[in-house]
């Protein structure tokens, strides 16, 4: 059973950047497809934001966030990161890290595995 925990949110302003970190409990965690997710107040469902495959290939992202955010693992594997840029009011959410065994990167979250509590993050001037 893979433990995932968040961390790295908080209040910033429109315009400012942030990293999230996610921290997996067990390893390898380089064999788990991975992947940020947004739960968005007054919204129904978690909406895919990046995820990346533990085959390799490029990361998958949600057309609001391209050219804005990036998924990273580390080398050792058990960590993945969200590096935030330009973010806006539109960007406040709950933010949750993911993980799949599967190659691909899903964009429904019914087909992932085990997920983490979320951090906050909040945009607000």
């Known amino acids: 059973q893979v433990q995932l925990v968040e961390s790295g949110g908080g209040l910033v302003q429109p315009g400012d950047s942030l990293r999230l970190s996610c921290a997996a409990s067990?390893?390898?965690?380089?064999?788990?497809?991975v992947g940020w997710f947004r739960q968005a107040p007054g919204k129904p469902r978690r909406e895919f934001i990046a995820?990346?495959?533990?085959?390799?290939?490029?990361?998958v992202y949600e057309t609001s966030v391209k050219g804005r955010f990036t998924i990273s693992r580390d080398s050792a594997g058990n960590m993945v990161y969200l590096q935030m840029t330009g973010l806006s009011a539109e960007d406040t959410a709950v933010y949750l890290c993911?993980?799949?065994?599967?190659?691909?990167?899903?964009?429904?979250?019914?087909?992932?595995?085990?997920w983490g509590r979320g951090t906050q993050v909040t945009v607000s001037s």
């Open positions: 995820g990346s495959s533990w085959s390799g290939g490029s990361p």
């Open positions: 993911a993980a799949r065994r599967g190659t691909y990167v899903e964009t429904s979250g019914g087909e992932w595995d085990y």
């Open positions: 067990e390893g390898p965690f380089w064999r788990y497809t």
